[in-house]
Each structure stands twice: as structure tokens, then as C-alpha cells.
């Protein structure tokens, strides 16, 4: 019975005994019936039972029966990534008590962790998942999005084995938010697999275009082109990101536009356009925040495009390095300072100074967080200065991370 369930919940908030409720009521032991549904009781006892409580029956019947479509909506909100919509309804559940019932604080806490992850508060994450993981008997689908949780959080984190193990592991029997897909690809691209991130993308793009969600049917079919142009053999078409950056206006998703002509800049560098590549970076950086991440991977990239160009003067881009390291330090972005200190002495043509930076700076701290990727470019370009000085030794510690990750089985003589 839901009124013995919602009468329980609020005499143990409000550490009240069972003799207390019932007196001038019903026995101590008929309120512990009444509270595990073992018994039938008049209207007019639980009317008196809420009035002593300081609760309306009805209204709180109501709630209750409500609260999983108001969660579902929120989980919603969460993976279509509408945070303004997320935040209203976290706002709206607050208001709610009944959420801390047993039977619902568990489902809710899952959720509240998806969404301190999507605005990145990582620091009640961390407390979030320490709680969940002392949980017992936990259902099959609460199982597998706590796992998923834990992908992301790896995700975030740049534990990218770490994510790929958690989200490995999830059973799509029990889970029926195949978005843990998309997770999966942005991990393997976070180690340049480039088919793995294909395939698991193009899964969730099958997934995101049944549910309808286009702003991460957009994300989906992003991470797929970011894939196939790094194919020398491929040359995607300029119209295939702008069909996608039409979509983003069309909908007004400002920060996936933003990501789209991001990357369009990139694919013109790529081909050599570095004249067209700025014009796309700037358009990014005009539509993006400063103080974040996004803003400074535009700007970099304006940096080394506009240095191949070689067009503008060194004064100028020597500023624009050092904007890039103040932005980097106020919002502690390790990875792009350290990038924009290699624009400095790139710019000032101090290759010395570039290279001992690289190597005892900007390698150790990609290797730490484990950014594959720039590990094997910068792999390559240190392998090649200690070559051209003659360190053989030296040239031969680059080249083993290259040689252990492309080596196969020997089927041959």
C-alpha cells in the first residue's frame, strides 16, 4: 500500500516513534501494519495519520506517482545535452523530499551523477560514485549505468583504459541507453583507432536517429568525418560539414556549430588552405567563451595556421601565444598552454629551446595523461631532431613507442 510506504518515509524523517503517530490513532503495532501493507485501513486513519504528519494525502500520492515520468524526462534532458532543461527540472526535484524513499533515491542519484557530469562537476562525481559503489543488490539496469557513469567519468578524466573497460562491460540486455556508444567511440578516437571509432559512432548514430535526438545525431556524424579524413586517401567534401552546420543553425545549436567549423578548419589545414583555415578558426572563436577549452583549441589552431600562412607578423601571433597561455593558466588548461609555449618558441625560431621544452615538458605530460595521439606525433618529431643531432640512443627511445604499438605477429622467415 503506497500511503503505509509514504506514512513510514515521513515518521522516520521527522524521527518520530511508532507509538508516537499512533497515539489517540491506532496501536503502535497496527501503524507497523499499516506501514508495510499488511493490513487494511479506513480513509479516515490515514487522513488523521497525514494531519499528524503535517502532509496532504493525496498531494503526496500524486507526487509520488509522478516522479518516474519527471526522472525520465530529466534523463532526457541529460543526453540530448539540453542543459538549460536539465537544470530546471534538478530545480524542480529539489523542491521534492520523496525523492530520499528507497525506492526512488537510487534511480535519482544514477541520474543527478549524469547530470553533475554533463556541466562537469567532477568533485561531487567522484563522492557520487564512491556512494554508489557501496550499494547492494543492485537491479540489472542500475548495474549498467552505474557502469556507464564510470565510462564517462574515465572519459573525463583521460583514463581512457580505464573508460573502455567500464563501458565494455554493460549489458544492452538490461540497458536500453545505447548513447554508451557514442562514449565508446570518443574513447578509441582518444587513442587514434580510427575503425573502432568508426564503428562504435556509426551505432550510435543508428541509436540517436531512433530516438530522434539531433543534437548527437550531429555529434555522431562528426566523430565519423573526424575518422575518415584522417585517411590520405580520403578527401571529404567541404559540403559535408556544411549540410551539418546547417542542421546546427536550423536547430540553434550554437556549441555544436562552433565544434563543426572547429573542425572544418582543421580539414583545411590539412589540405594546405591555411588562408581558408583561418577564416573558419575565427568564426569559431567568435562564437565561443574565452575562458574554456573549446575557445583555446580555436585559437591554437589559428596560431599554426596563420604562422604556414605567413602573412601576418611575428609581433602579432607572439601575442596571440601569450593570450593563449594567460587563458590557459586562468582555467588551468595544462595540455594548450603547453601548446602555446611551443608557438613561442617555434615563432621566435628557437629550436633549441623548442625541443628541450618538448622533451622534458610537453612529452612527459602527454605520456602521463595518456593523450595517444600527440604522443605519436611528437614521438616522430623528437626521433627525428636527435637523429639529425647524431643521439642515436636518444632517437631510439622514441622510436620503440612507435615500433611496440605497429608491431604484429611474425608469420614471415
Excluded at 479516515?44 to 494525502?57: F, N, S, V
Excluded at 602573412?311 to 587563458?327: M, N, R, V
Amino acid at each position: 500500500m503506497l500511503e503505509g510506504k509514504i506514512i513510514k518515509f515521513y515518521r522516520e524523517r521527522q524521527n518520530m516513534m511508532q507509538k508516537d503517530l499512533g497515539s489517540g490513532i491506532c496501536s503502535s503495532t497496527h501503524i507497523s501494519k499499516i506501514e508495510r501493507g499488511l493490513t487494511e485501513v479506513s480513509k479516515e486513519t490515514i487522513e488523521l495519520l497525514a494531519k499528524r504528519l503535517g502532509i496532504d494525502m493525496k498531494s503526496e500520492i500524486e507526487t509520488y506517482l509522478g516522479l518516474d515520468s519527471l526522472l525520465k524526462k530529466w534523463h532526457e534532458a541529460i543526453i540530448m545535452k539540453l542543459n538549460s532543461k536539465a537544470e530546471s527540472i534538478k530545480k524542480q526535484l529539489e523542491t521534492v523530499p520523496l525523492l530520499h524513499m528507497p525506492d526512488i533515491y537510487r534511480s535519482y542519484t544514477l541520474i543527478l551523477t549524469r547530470y553533475y557530469l554533463l556541466i562537469g562537476e567532477d568533485q561531487y562525481v567522484d563522492s557520487l560514485i564512491g556512494e554508489m559503489d557501496r550499494w547492494l543488490d543492485l537491479s540489472p539496469y542500475d548495474k549498467n549505468m552505474l557502469l556507464h557513469i564510470k565510462g564517462i567519468h574515465g572519459l573525463l578524466k583521460k583514463e581512457t583504459d580505464v573508460s573502455i573497460s567500464f563501458l565494455h562491460e554493460i549489458d544492452p540486455t538490461y540497458y536500453n541507453n545505447q548513447e554508451y556508444y557514442y562514449h565508446l567511440a570518443f574513447a578509441y578516437h582518444s587513442l587514434n583507432s580510427r575503425v573502432l571509432a568508426y564503428y562504435y559512432a556509426e551505432k550510435s548514430l543508428r541509436f540517436f536517429t531512433e530516438e530522434r535526438i539531433f543534437t548527437r545525431i550531429i555529434e555522431a556524424e562528426m566523430l565519423m568525418l573526424i575518422q575518415v579524413e584522417q585517411d590520405e586517401y580520403y578527401h571529404p567534401k567541404e559540403s559535408e560539414y556544411q549540410r551539418l552546420i546547417e542542421m546546427t543553425e536550423n536547430l540553434g545549436l550554437k556549441h555544436q556549430r562552433s565544434m563543426l567549423i572547429h573542425n572544418l578548419a582543421y580539414q583545411q589545414v590539412r589540405k594546405g588552405d591555411f588562408e581558408k583555415a583561418c577564416e573558419y578558426y575565427e568564426q569559431s572563436m567568435d562564437s565561443r567563451d574565452p575562458e574554456t577549452s573549446y575557445y583555446l583549441g580555436s585559437l591554437e589552431g589559428y596560431i599554426n595556421s596563420a604562422t604556414r600562412q605567413g602573412l601576418k607578423s611575428t609581433e602579432e601571433l607572439l601575442q596571440l601565444a601569450e593570450k593563449g597561455i594567460s587563458l590557459s593558466e586562468k582555467i588551468n588548461e595544462t595540455t594548450f598552454k603547453h601548446f602555446f609555449h611551443l608557438h613561442k618558441y617555434n615563432l621566435k625560431n628557437n629550436k633549441e629551446e623548442y625541443y628541450q621544452y618538448l622533451e622534458k615538458e610537453v612529452f612527459p605530460y602527454f605520456k602521463k595523461m595518456g593523450l595517444v595521439l600527440l604522443i605519436e606525433h611528437y614521438s616522430i618529431k623528437l626521433f627525428d631532431y636527435h637523429m639529425e643531432k647524431g643521439n642515436t640512443a636518444e632517437a631510439n627511445t622514441y622510436a620503440k613507442f612507435l615500433v611496440e604499438k605497429y608491431r604484429q605477429k611474425d608469420y614471415f622467415v
